[in-house]
């Protein structure tokens, strides 16, 4: 670089490092949303299908580059000698011809084997869930066991889980990276996705397909739960919730005057269908499609005036007092 003067050289240096600073620390083996620990039969095939695919790019990358460096070395000086040229050498042509044709024939068998198995009919033991994409939340209805619910879906660990994906509105992907790959939610198309959770804990995942405002704030978490665990989620997602008391109370009485009966449904008080379930919204951990842990605060500042905290959301204000909304957060989080 004769060109460039000192300070600019270390400009470009410090850059550069900076570059190479931020560029590793996006790459977390654990994070959540990583793509390199598998927790699901389903994840597990795509990774070791990455490993092969990675295994064979960088055999190539290094075959090329030792290649490469031998040749700039070998022929660095401005009088080297012009090596020998080759012209219409048949079995060349047909080896460089053959070789890359057998590369992409060693990762197409055992890609197709993963498609294949991906796509394959669910096994009758697998539990039925329909996943509905909505512009920006997930709905999740489990037919067999009469439950709905919402941005936080339950699994058992170890039975196989058959999702069947749909939409009202765009399309979207559901991707929870660490049990298995994207599949688009388009509307009007049963798309389907089968895995089997095998290790309880709490997995994110994301929309991965653009679908407007909010996309990037279209989140989710799976719950895998051990057998039992999940009995008890089910029985408590289908037992009716106590009455409130105080200040919750009130909170009903607000909710059942208000427009939110048109969108949301309650069991046993309201039935709308335009946004997410509450019937056991306390039990959800977090808001807004994983937008914000739910507390107290939250969800009264989520009542109050949603499209603050969510740009686009197809929640509107409706106008509820300070008072209001914090009565109206505690009734919704007494129900468990
Ligand atoms: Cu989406």
């Known amino acids: 670089m004769s060109c460039c003067r000192a300070p600019i050289r270390r400009l470009v240096a410090s850059m550069g490092a900076l570059d190479v600073a931020l560029g590793l620390g996006g790459c977390a083996r654990d994070g959540p949303m990583t793509t390199l620990i598998a927790r699901s039969d389903l994840a597990r095939s795509i990774l070791h299908l990455y490993g092969i695919i990675t295994g064979v790019a960088v055999a190539i990358a290094l075959i090329v580059a030792v290649v490469l460096v031998w040749i700039l070395v070998r022929y660095r000086g401005r009088d080297a000698a012009l090596p020998s040229q080759t012209r219409g050498h048949t079995a060349l042509e047909i080896g460089w011809t053959i070789a890359p044709a057998l590369v992409l024939l060693a990762i197409a068998v055992p890609t197709i084997q993963v498609i294949f198995?991906?796509?394959?009919?669910?096994?009758?033991?697998a539990l039925e869930i329909r996943v509905l994409g909505h512009q920006w939340w997930w709905e999740f209805r489990?037919?067999?066991?009469?439950?709905?619910?919402?941005?936080?879906?339950?699994?058992p660990a170890g039975r196989p889980v058959a999702l069947t994906l749909d939409g009202p509105d765009v399309i979207h992907s559901f991707?929870?990276?660490?049990?298995?790959?994207?599949r688009d939610v388009?509307?009007?198309?049963?798309?389907?996705?089968?895995?089997?959770?095998d290790t309880p804990g709490e997995y994110r995942g994301q929309c991965a397909e653009f679908c407007g405002l909010s996309h990037?704030?279209?989140?989710l978490r799976v719950v895998v739960d051990a057998p039992a665990t999940f009995e008890r989620w089910i029985a408590a997602q289908k037992a009716t919730p106590a009455e409130p008391t105080g200040p919750a109370a009130e909170g009903?009485?607000?909710?059942?005057?208000?427009?939110?009966?048109?969108?949301?449904t309650i069991r046993g008080v309201?039935?709308?269908?335009?946004?997410?379930?509450?019937?056991?919204f306390g039990s959800r951990r977090t808001l807004a499609a994983g937008m914000f842990p739910s507390t107290a605060a939250t969800v009264a500042a989520w009542v109050k005036d949603?499209?603050?905290?969510?740009?686009?959301?197809?929640?509107?204000?409706l106008g509820l007092t300070d008072d209001q909304a914090r009565a109206v957060a505690a009734y919704l989080l007494s129900l468990k």
């Open 117 to 125: 198995r991906t796509q394959a009919a669910p096994v009758p033991a």
């Open 175 to 182: 991707w929870v990276p660490q049990l298995g790959g994207k």
């Open 252 to 264: 009903k009485a607000i909710y059942a005057r208000s427009a939110c009966v048109g969108c949301h």
């Open 186 to 197: 388009v509307p009007g198309r049963l798309n389907r996705l089968t895995f089997t959770p």
């Open 216 to 219: 990037a704030n279209m989140g």
């Open 142 to 155: 489990y037919p067999s066991l009469d439950v709905v619910t919402a941005n936080e879906l339950h699994v």
């Open 306 to 317: 949603p499209i603050a905290l969510k740009p686009g959301s197809k929640m509107p204000a």
């Open 270 to 280: 309201s039935t709308g269908s335009l946004g997410p379930d509450l019937t056991t």
